[in-house]
């Protein structure tokens, strides 16, 4: 998946990035009560707009991503000064309240995420293939204080398991990776798309221990 992911944004290929805020975020994350201050992990984050909606908002944001293509155009292209330092593995780029973080989220460990509050997954589970999504859940968990909300946008598009990215994860396997660690809502499915792909929106709530 690495290479691939890398490829594409070495090549241009981005059709998965909007140029707009995702409407699901501004429409769902009011509903989560995270604390305005509170700072939100943005896993696999490409160069989203959502994180400076998230920023806006007041939330400091904590996006981590592998492609240096996707982080350099991504404070290119947004507003004010840009600091640069390395942080272990990780090349740190940070703009006004938001910092991206450039390396491989799996080296992302827990005392470099004290801080965080919330997350939220518009396009990172659907990026890895299935044979990472396991691992993928167990590290975003890890990462996650009891009590951390999130938004997670999971897609399904009919295809077979190898067609990605974006894979196509159905609901029961959105379940069965985050049900035994978080409380776990599905807030709406979007109708099929002409490539007849749906989104489906859900709430992601941290269970504490004996929970």
């Not at 984050?45 to 806006?56: F, Q």
């Amino acid at each position: 998946m690495s290479n691939e992911w890398l490829d594409r944004w070495k090549e241009g290929r981005i059709g998965f990035h909007r140029d707009t805020t995702h409407p699901a975020l501004a429409h769902y994350w009011p509903t989560l009560g995270v604390a305005q201050a509170g700072k939100v992990l943005v896993p696999l984050c490409g160069k989203s707009l959502d994180m400076r909606w998230l920023a806006e908002r007041g939330h400091p944001v904590l996006g981590i991503e592998l492609a240096r293509e996707a982080v350099e155009q991504f404070v290119a292209e947004g507003r004010g000064a840009v600091s640069r330092f390395r942080q272990n593995v990780f090349d740190v780029y940070r703009q006004g309240s938001v910092e991206v973080w450039c390396g491989d989220f799996f080296h992302f460990h827990i005392d470099q995420a004290l801080e965080v509050q919330a997350f939220y997954d518009r396009a990172a589970l659907i990026a890895l293939p299935p044979a990472t999504r396991q691992r993928y859940a167990f590290h975003l968990t890890q990462l996650l204080p009891p009590g951390a909300r999130g938004l997670l946008v999971s897609l399904t598009h009919g295809g077979g398991p190898a067609q990605g990215p974006p894979y196509s994860v159905e609901a029961g396997e959105v379940e069965r990776l985050f049900a035994a660690n978080f409380e776990l809502e599905r807030l709406t499915e979007t109708p099929p798309d002409e490539r007849g792909w749906r989104e489906q929106v859900w709430s992601l709530g941290r269970r504490g221990p004996g929970r």
